[in-house]
C-alpha cells in the first residue's frame, strides 16, 4: 500500500496550490481519502475527505469556499484544490485512506477522527508567507 503527497511548497498569502495524492495496493473506490494538516505543536486537523465510490465530500469549516477536493478513479488519486492561502495554512498535509463503513461511519470519522484511518501517506510541506 502507497499513499504519495505532492505539489506542496511555499506561497505567498493569496495564493493557490494543488496538493495530489496517488494511491496504490488497495481497493480505491471501496475507501474513502482524507487529507489532514499538522502544524508544529499541534495537532492533526481534518481538511477534507472525499468518499471515492459516492464522490460524497467533507470539508473543515475554516476551508469551505476555498479549497476544492476532487478524486480520478481512473489514476487512483485525490486531489486538494486550495485557493486564497493564508499563514495560518501552513503545516504539513498529510493523506490518509479510510474504509468506507457506510455514510453514517464516513460522516463520523472522515474529518474527526484519524486514528480510524488505515493507511497513511508521508506528507508534504505548504508553506504560506504573509
Known amino acids: 500500500v502507497q499513499l504519495v503527497e505532492s505539489g506542496g511548497g511555499l506561497v505567498q498569502a493569496g495564493g493557490s496550490l494543488r496538493l495530489s495524492c496517488a494511491t496504490s495496493?488497495?481497493?480505491?473506490?471501496?475507501?474513502?481519502i482524507g487529507w489532514f494538516r499538522q502544524a508544529p505543536g499541534k495537532e492533526r486537523e481534518g481538511v477534507s475527505c472525499i468518499n471515492n465510490s459516492d464522490k460524497d465530500t467533507l470539508y473543515a469549516d475554516s476551508v469551505k469556499g476555498r479549497f476544492t477536493i476532487s478524486s480520478d478513479n481512473a489514476k487512483n488519486t485525490v486531489y486538494l484544490q486550495m485557493n486564497s492561502l493564508t499563514p495560518e495554512n501552513t503545516a504539513v498535509y498529510y493523506c490518509?485512506?479510510?474504509?468506507?463503513?457506510?455514510?453514517?461511519?464516513?460522516?463520523?470519522?472522515?474529518?474527526?477522527?484519524?486514528?480510524?484511518?488505515?493507511?497513511w501517506g508521508q506528507g508534504t510541506q505548504v508553506t504560506v508567507s504573509s
Open positions: 490518509g485512506a479510510l474504509y468506507y463503513a457506510g455514510t453514517t461511519t464516513y460522516r463520523e470519522y472522515g474529518l474527526r477522527r484519524p486514528d480510524e484511518y488505515d493507511y
Open positions: 495496493g488497495f481497493a480505491f473506490e471501496d475507501y474513502a
